[in-house]
């Protein structure tokens, strides 16, 4: 549920309006903040024009004759005739939603005419947001956020979209984080908390930060930031609860220097996040089917799937590197895992061949011999790790970007086998199921990373199988149980594996 943030400084509502007034609007300017009063007229809301006339610097004069209202702004003018539902803004007509109203000498317009008749000609950028009744004024940077948070079990996640894009940080003070945005103003709807002891509220905090109130069972919070719709940003933050052999967390009155940094309680070798990556997307379409189908809404859908199921048999938290048709560069793919410390990285191809009987599928994970040297020398080297608080070690992130499989190369060659063996128990597998390969897409993930070709996009039967629902979902279920044994440590016994040249 969502509930309007009343902007902080805005809460002062004029004494004078009646309960049938609809709340006012607010006028956000680089000179601050003013409200606009409207009015309900006719099943319309309405401004009084003596109201904009203050605000927007305009002066207005009566037409006897004709009975209209001439504004004047900027040496330009703007007509309205009562009981027409047209204006005249610097000699063009533009509609209004209701007509003009007058109550003795007062004129009053549709909300709208902010809009439609006044931006035209101010001179300066006028935003009319109904659904956050505000009217922005000039150059004003005020992102939209929009909130809600979900229980998961032993973490709370707050996710909050922000649109458009805007550089933020997050910082701990004391039992609340704020999270400060690079703007003027944000225009929030924030969610209630439905897990008050992991997070105990979310609030304005002055006029560009929200502040995250944590509750009494929070241990550790950590946060990322993931590409969102529209040009916008996606902001995940996790509250991480208190397990019971943990020593208590500091109390409240503890001074923020004191509380602990960004901790790990979860035990090592538990799973707490899955990355998914549905392979190409946008202009990169990837194989195309035998009946017109292409690879990147092959994998997006399977992906979806697979996040669902993962969350919904797991509880486990899942992402993907992309969640509609867009494009992204295989380092971004990887940096999406990485940035969301990601224990898993599964990306899901189809495959092509010039042979249209080829079928199956096949699992790949990486292999170093053609990167050379360095990435052997980055795969041996020794780790870097850090006590964490509860107990437990969290590696450093001192690898090279472009070797950062190469440490876990072993486990995602056990990875690998128990996913091949899961998928052999459903579905059809490639004479060569399971191969090493010195895969791009794999290169810049910091964890267990494999690759799925689940199947021939080139081979006619295969490319149908690749869009029904039953082979879907035989994929869906082989990868679970991949990950459920993986998960568990009982991943499948290390066989020779075939090593294939570059692709
Ligand atoms: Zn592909």
Redesign the pocket.
Known sequence: MLVALVLAGLTGLPAAQTPQSPAPYTVVSRDGRQPLPARSINGQEMFAIDDLARIFGFTTKDDPIAGGLTITLRGQSILLSPNQEIASVAGRLISLPAPPAREGRAWFVPVDFVARALAPVAGTPIELRKPSRLVLLGDIRMPRVAGRIESLGALARLTLDVAPTTPHAVTQEGNRLILRFEADAIDASLPTSPVPELIAGVRPEGAAAIAVELGPRHASFRSSDLPGDRGGVRIVIEVVAKTTDTPAAPSPTAPAAEAPPLLDLVPAGTLRTVVIDP??GGADE??RGAGGSV?KSVTLAVARRLKAALEARLGVRTLLTRDGDTALGLDERAAVANNNKADLFISL??NASVRPGAAGAQVFYLSLEELGDEARRAASAPRETLPVFGGGSRDIEVVAWRFAQARHIERSASFARTVEAALRARVTMSARPLQQAPLRALVGANMPAVLIEMGFMSNPQQAAQLGSDEYQNAIVQAVVDGVIQFRDGRGAAPAPVPQVPGR
């Open positions: 392979g190409h990837g194989a690879e191809h189809a």
